[in-house]
């Protein structure tokens, strides 16, 4: 009797794809092991990094929102953007004519410093610093109002930190508004309407209309009689 090659019936082993997809590679313990540490400290890091700046961004937007009466602080803004204004000087015109054509000409513009970048920049650029000179303190009215201290050692020691928290809060407040008031701002220093007494008015009413025209209000009396 005549008998053909025996077949030999082995059993599959159940986690042979596993193996050769490749991923038992990257999910086993072993491998995982292997991972440099460097790798998982950097991921780490980054996480923190943007987590602190999550906390940083919500810091300062209630630092903006605390500032109850925001016409009142808008117009310590504006004070102090016209002591700016009134202190400048008068300045040459910008000559950006730097280069030279072929016949040996310079090129370039000549700028009125007025309407220039660089008188904007001059003019705010440090303004919300200066801000945290100022204060929220009682008034001899019996109102709150923002004044500017000559003197910080003239606090008491337990309400000096009172009234740097204002001041902070106040310099947050202010640059949230150059941010959403710059294009307008800017257009309006520029046209050369910046005038003594006239930048409460334009800033705090007409651009970020945080304050009430005294005709809208008297409008809104009569409306009620």
């Not at 054509?101 to 009125?112: A, F, P, Y």
């Not at 020691?157 to 947050?172: I, M, P, Q, V």
Request: net charge neutral; aromatic share 4%; with cysteine.
């Amino acid at each position: 009797m005549t008998y053909g090659p025996r077949r030999l019936y082995l059993q599959k082993d159940p986690h042979e794809d596993y193996r050769r997809s490749g991923d038992w590679r990257s999910r086993s313990p072993e491998r995982r092991e292997m991972e440099p540490r460097g790798a998982a400290t950097r991921r780490r890091s980054a996480t923190l990094l943007l987590l602190a700046a999550i906390l940083t961004a919500a810091a300062s937007s209630a630092s903006a929102s605390s500032i109850g009466d925001k016409c009142a602080a808008c117009k310590a803004v504006a004070a102090e953007l016209e002591i700016g204004i009134s202190s400048e000087k008068p300045r040459n015109h910008l000559d950006l004519r730097n280069r030279l054509n072929s016949k040996g000409q310079r090129e370039g513009k000549v700028i009125d410093y007025r309407v220039s970048e660089l008188r904007i920049v001059e003019l705010l650029d440090d303004l919300c610093d200066k801000m945290q000179d100022y204060t929220l303190q009682k008034l001899e009215s019996g109102e709150k109002g923002w004044v500017k201290v000559a003197n910080w050692n003239s606090f008491q020691t337990e309400k000096k930190a009172a009234a740097r928290a204002h001041s902070k809060n106040l310099s947050t407040f202010c640059g949230r508004l150059l941010e959403e008031t710059e294009d307008e701002l800017e257009e309006w220093i520029k046209t050369g309407s910046a005038e003594s007494g006239k930048v409460s008015q334009a800033l705090c009413v007409d651009i970020s209309k945080h304050c009430q025209s005294s005709s809208s209000a008297t409008t809104r009396i009569d409306d009620e009689l």
